[in-house]
Nanobody, 118 residues
Framework: QVQLQESGPGLVKPSQTLSLTCTVSGVSITNRDYAWSWIRQPPGKGLEWMGY???????NYSPSLKSRTSISRDTSKNQFSLQLRSVTPEDTAVYYCARRNYNTESGWGQGTQVTVST
């Protein structure tokens, strides 16, 4: 029943902001049982947890990305979003959104490829 779908541009230029949106169906993002996460996987590398946002809007971030990352939500659209500032080619990755509970992500979206390049 729960579905998540990432959307946003597939190509971003260096120094710009990467912006993605996750649309959630089947459960409200204000449900207090869950948080909502962003994870990425660069080419040839493992999954990297980026951060999550609680049902009340409080966000938590990976220390390595905290200075560049913002996660927000739009409860009227049942969506949450990712902004990653000052991107470089090393930010090229498949980006996933997911539902988080009991300290584990579940209900993952299919992922979306984002390439940082001139």
């Amino acid at each position: 029943q729960v579905q998540l779908q990432e959307s946003g541009p597939g190509l971003v230029k260096p120094s710009q902001t990467l912006s993605l949106t996750c649309t959630v169906s089947g459960v409200s993002i204000t449900n207090r049982d869950y948080a909502w996460s962003w994870i990425r996987q660069p080419p040839g590398k493992g999954l990297e947890w980026m951060g999550y946002i609680w049902a009340d809007g409080t966000a938590n971030y990976s220390p390595s990305l905290k200075s560049r990352t913002s996660i927000s939500r739009d409860t009227s659209k049942n969506q949450f979003s990712l902004q990653l500032r000052s991107v470089t080619p090393e930010d090229t990755a498949v980006y996933y959104c997911a539902r988080r509970n009991y300290n584990t992500e579940s209900g993952w979206g299919q992922g979306t490829q984002v390439t940082v390049s001139t």
